[in-house]
């Protein structure tokens, strides 16, 4: 059994899933919630995880014809049935987790977490595809101050920074994949983009929830260290993504998200 963890996790997508259950923890801490943050990190997690082994699950035939050796489940390094059961099981704590924050925070996570899922199941071959990450990362600030006792919308700002942090997330991890993609006949928004175009979206959209962190953020000193932070971290991933480390590239997208929410909580920044 502890073997086949591994895998498991691995077909979870460890790492964006990792990250914005920590972005969305510390969004909770800053927000003054205490324990109630412990709810929204189970809640969070246990949706990214759904949406995680979702995906290895119902791409797990065209993963086999492309012969992913990063995909435990088209390895069959895990039974696709477990990795079927795993993903409904945290849906089913994600639920029930999401319940326990309240209707209004309920409502505002399970529709992100439901746009993961009809990305899965659907929008990934359409050139719609950016708009579940879009909708999912704009409504990830709002599960934190729509939880009881907050019960407020978030500042029009970070909603608008996930949003296209979202968007700009769902570029970078398409790249690294674009040929295998176009093989097995996803053709997303970025596949019909190309390379070089998907790139010069996915630096725009980033840049932009970078300014828009750094224009919330009240403390002078905080926008400075954002303001920089987030340029070199910018700077970065274009560098890796030119050098043809897409796969870099995406891990930084995924930990600049991260930066910019401890930064917004480090700078004092109001959510709502």
């Known amino acids: 059994m502890l073997r086949g ?19 969305a923890t510390a969004l909770a801490v800053g927000a003054g919630l205490g324990a109630r943050s412990v709810l929204v990190m189970l809640a969070v997690g246990s949706g990214q995880l759904s949406i995680g082994w979702s995906n290895d699950w119902l791409d797990r035939h ?9 995909k435990p489940v088209a390895q069959h390094e895990v039974d696709p049935r477990t990795v079927l059961a ?11 987790t999401s319940l326990a924050l309240g209707p209004a925070a309920a409502v505002a996570h399970l529709v992100g977490v439901t746009a993961g899922w009809i990305y899965n199941l659907v929008v990934k071959r359409t050139a719609l595809s950016v708009v579940p990450w879009m909708v999912a990362f704009g409504l990830l600030p709002a599960v934190v101050t729509l939880t009881a006792p907050l019960g407020r919308w978030p500042a029009w700002w ?4 996930g949003a296209v942090l979202g968007g700009g997330a769902h570029l970078a991890n398409a790249i690294p994949d674009l040929e295998h993609d176009r093989a ?3 053709e997303g928004l970025p596949h019909r983009l190309g390379r070089r175009r998907a790139l010069g979206v996915a630096t725009v959209l980033v840049a932009t929830g970078v300014a828009l962190v750094t224009y919330g953020v009240t403390s002078r000193t905080a926008t400075a260290v954002i303001g920089v932070a987030g340029g070199t971290g910018l700077a970065w991933v274009v560098a890796a ?11 930084g997208v995924v930990a600049l998200l991260l930066l910019l929410a401890i930064g917004v909580v480090l700078g004092g920044a ?3």
């Not at 065209?62 to 990063?70: E, I, K, Q, S």
């Not at 795993?86 to 029930?96: E, N, P, Q, R, T």
């Not at 993504?241 to 891990?251: C, E, K």
Request: charged share 20%; glycine share 8%; hydrophobic share 55%.
């Open 5 to 23: 963890l591994g895998p498991l996790l691995r077909a979870a997508h460890p790492e964006p899933s990792a990250a914005v259950t920590l972005a």
């Open 62 to 70: 065209r993963d086999r014809a492309g012969h992913r050796l990063d």
């Open 86 to 96: 795993a993903a409904v099981g945290a849906l089913v704590v994600c639920v029930a």
């Open 158 to 161: 970070i909603m608008a920074a």
């Open 184 to 186: 097995t006949g996803v």
């Open 241 to 251: 993504t030119l050098r043809g480390r897409d796969r870099a590239a995406f891990r």
């Open 270 to 272: 109001a959510l709502s």
